[in-house]
């Protein structure tokens, strides 16, 4: 059980154009789930943590016009990266905590590798 | 503030036993949490402490001192496989999860 996925698993844009990703818990209902970025061989960034019916609530420096995020169901959150630039390419993580569990673990998505041309 | 430190790199032997420690500073604490994560994959979860003690799961066990702020990761029998990153992690009182940069562990033959 806890399976979150994603999709696109990557994806190669142009720059200037937008790129929306998608999370999915598949079998459990997520209030909360976080997006996160990773540059290569540095850890995790949480950008912003996604509320389901509300706005989500973004970590200080994440532009929340260029990162647009959209939690419009418990079991579905988007995250939008307009105009993007070369310096957006990533991989972007996104998680999810199943609240019927103690443990507060976040189950993490399989990632979705963004590169902008 | 709030801060987790582990080790960047660590390396050692196909067989053997390591020890990935992390200290945490948080505001507030609701649990240590240890990831894998292989190089290009996302983080996959390991280990899950908020009581003082070792929690052995297999050939992994994790370790949790509440009142030192430390805790620290053991990996028995070492296999090529295990050779990855891993994250530690604590919960701060707003359920948030406060990352440390990871420590690469290499595993040589």
């Known amino acids: 059980g806890a399976v979150v996925s994603q999709h696109p698993s990557w994806v190669i844009c142009k720059s200037g154009t937008s790129v929306k990703i998608e999370c999915r818990s598949l079998?459990?209902?997520?209030?909360?789930m976080f997006w996160y970025r990773q540059f290569p061989k540095q850890s995790l960034m949480l950008m912003a943590t996604?509320?389901?019916?509300?706005?989500?609530?973004?970590e200080q420096g994440v532009e929340k016009d260029k990162f647009l995020i959209n939690h419009a169901s418990l079991t579905l959150s988007t995250l939008t990266v307009t105009s993007a630039h070369p310096e957006d390419s990533s991989f972007y993580i996104c998680s999810a905590r199943d609240p019927a569990r103690e443990s507060n673990e976040q189950f993490f998505g399989p990632g979705t590798r963004l590169t902008v041309l | 503030g709030q801060n987790i430190d582990q080790p960047t790199e660590m390396t050692a032997t196909e067989g053997a036993i390591v020890q990935i420690n992390c200290t945490y500073q948080t505001s507030g604490f609701n649990g240590l949490f240890w990831y894998q994560q292989h190089a290009g994959e996302a983080p996959t979860f390991l280990s899950y402490n908020v009581l003082d003690g070792l929690e052995e799961k297999g050939r992994f066990s994790s370790f949790l001192s509440r009142s030192k702020g430390y805790s620290y990761l053991l990996l028995k029998e070492l296999q090529m496989k295990d050779s990855a990153s891993y994250l530690c992690?604590?919960?701060?009182?707003?359920?948030?999860?406060?990352w440390g940069a990871g420590t690469k562990l290499i595993i040589k033959p």
């Open positions: 996604s509320n389901e019916g509300s706005k989500a609530t973004y």
């Open positions: 079998d459990f209902q997520a209030t909360t």
């Open positions: 992690a604590a919960m701060d009182s707003n359920y948030q999860l406060i």
